[in-house]
Nanobody, 128 residues
Framework: EVQLVESGGGLVQAGGSLRLSCAAS????????IAWFRQAPGKEREGVSC????????DYVDSVKGRFTISRDNANNTVYLQMNHLKPEDTAVYYC?????????????????????WGQGTQVTVSS
């Protein structure tokens, strides 16, 4: 059974930090790019960051560049999102998702339709 399980969300004050984890199982983790998406109330789900299967490419949406860092541990089938200098506008449910590396390499990291598997999400709330 394919599973992506997010953890690490919570309530933090503006300027604080959180580290999200995405634990994967049930598929060939090494063959997949992993991305973080987020969805705030009343808004569409948006891509936040993506990391290639071989860890040689990372992408970030402009609003998080310089504040968020994505990384992966292929030995433990886990992807992390380190979020620093959090802002109230970062408040959302954060999801991790996986897509075949070949698709991301050819078409780029964004676009929900590229992602086969999704986690259940973890809530991040940043208070002002």
């Amino acid at each position: 059974e394919v599973q992506l399980v997010e953890s690490g969300g919570g309530l933090v004050q503006a300027g604080g930090s959180l580290r999200l984890s995405c634990a994967a199982s049930g598929f060939s983790f090494d063959d997949y790019a992993i991305a973080w998406f987020r969805q705030a109330p009343g808004k569409e789900r948006e891509g936040v960051s993506c990391i290639s299967s071989s860890d040689d490419r990372t992408d970030y949406v402009d609003s998080v560049k310089g504040r968020f860092t994505i990384s992966r541990d292929n030995a433990n089938n886990t992807v992390y999102l380190q979020m620093n200098h959090l802002k109230p506008e970062d408040t959302a449910v954060y999801y991790c998702a996986s897509a075949l590396s070949s698709i991301i390499a050819d078409l780029g990291p964004w676009g929900l339709y590229k992602y086969h598997y999704w986690g259940q999400g973890t809530q991040v709330t940043v208070s002002s």
